[in-house]
């Protein structure tokens, strides 16, 4: 008598975690950072420091030692320079809105175009052996770069010494989260055009559309806007204010599957619509975080150079009001970062001053 074999018996897959990878270079990237401010603080080896308190992180000593982390091709999704500032900013509007775009490294190219939305005809079918149709099409560049400089300092007590470097990175990395996140989304979210120090903001020179009277009204009027300007709008993501978001969380739009963004910078009654397919970023080298105790700050924004030499008939120029960190017993934090980004004309549709 034969006996069936009993089926075997299926376990559940092993599902790869893609964020691993991410959350690992951040986690280095911080202990790095935290090894050498606290190396300058305490006067001692950055080196010791990662040493003593993570022996086993090696990704955190080769980017203590290197200016650029090695890194394989396939080792980190998109370009590293902007996932890794993006990296700096969780669970903030800043990386959200960097996340939906193409990554794209520009290193040794300053300034460059890529084909835009409407460069190009439609395909066509046509039958086997036949000449493919070509029609001349309009080709718009989208210019982007070249690569600005991202950059804080914040003067810290030097209470900081006395903690562990554990306890001291967790400062650090809120520090950088909230300075970069709210820094960046300023810039990116603005009206303003670009200067020698920053990229145009994404609402520079697109009009505002007068706001509706319900929220569905105001989303048809913005989502017309950018078909009107032959984009699609299936990659339309809104990005709102506080007050605005609140709204979304209550509307009954239960078939609404668009992704909300909820941004603190922009002003109460702001909603604005970007499609992601026309929307660029870049970045370049690596964010670089470093201290000192022997700066003299000038507490400004904008800050000035510390002493302006005179210029006939005009005197020196003194910067007012200025700190030495050396004299209070405390210490600047520094991080720069390179990013820039663009956005293919009629990508952007806004509204102001929104009350549903």
């Avoid at 690569?147 to 030097?158: D, F, Q, S, Y």
């Avoid at 505002?208 to 709008?233: M, N, R, Y």
């Avoid at 003194?318 to 600047?332: E, G, K, L, N, Y």
Wanted: charged share 20%; hydrophobic share 45%; glycine share 6%.
């Amino acid at each position: 008598m034969s006996t069936a074999l009993a089926p075997a018996r299926q376990g559940i897959p092993l599902r790869p975690d893609r964020d691993a990878i991410t959350r690992d270079w951040l986690r280095s990237f911080i202990r790095a950072s935290t090894a050498r401010v606290l190396g300058r603080i305490q006067k001692t080896s950055a080196e010791a420091i990662l040493r003593d308190n993570w022996r086993e992180d090696s990704r955190a000593e080769m980017i203590l030692r290197g200016a650029v982390e090695p890194l394989k091709v396939a080792g980190f999704p998109g370009s590293s320079t902007v996932t890794k500032l993006m990296l700096l900013a969780p669970d903030s509007a800043f990386t959200d809105i960097l996340d939906l775009g193409d990554k794209i490294d520009p290193t040794g190219v300053s300034q460059f175009s890529i084909a835009s939305l409407r460069s190009f005809s439609d395909a066509v079918f046509i039958e086997e052996g036949f000449p493919i149709p070509t029609a001349q099409g309009v080709f718009e560049g989208q210019l982007i770069g070249p690569v600005r400089k991202l950059a804080l300092i914040a003067p810290v007590t030097n209470e900081l010494e006395n903690l562990s470097a554990p306890a001291a990175s967790v400062l650090i990395s809120r520090l950088l989260k909230n300075s970069v996140s709210t820094g960046g989304e300023k810039v990116l979210l603005s009206a303003d055009p670009e200067t020698a120090a920053a990229p145009a903001g994404l609402r520079f020179g697109v009009p505002p559309i007068a706001a509706g009277a319900s929220a569905a009204e105001d989303h048809k009027a913005l989502l017309a806007a950018i078909s009107a300007a032959g984009v699609s709008t299936r990659s339309v993501v809104l990005i709102v204010a506080s007050d605005l978001f609140a709204a979304f969380e209550t509307l009954q739009w239960p078939n609404f599957k668009r992704k909300v963004i909820e941004a603190k910078t922009l002003t109460n009654g702001t909603i604005v619509a970007l499609a992601a397919d026309g929307f660029v970023v870049a970045g370049e080298g690596e964010p670089v975080v470093d201290a000192s105790s022997q700066s003299t700050l000038h507490l400004a924004n904008p800050a000035s150079q510390i002493g302006t030499p005179a210029t006939a008939p005009d005197p020196n120029v003194v910067a007012a009001p200025t700190v030495s960190m050396f004299q209070i017993d405390a210490f600047s934090l520094r991080c720069i970062a390179r990013v820039t980004w663009s956005v293919a004309p009629g990508c952007i549709a806004w509204i102001e001053n929104a009350t549903w």
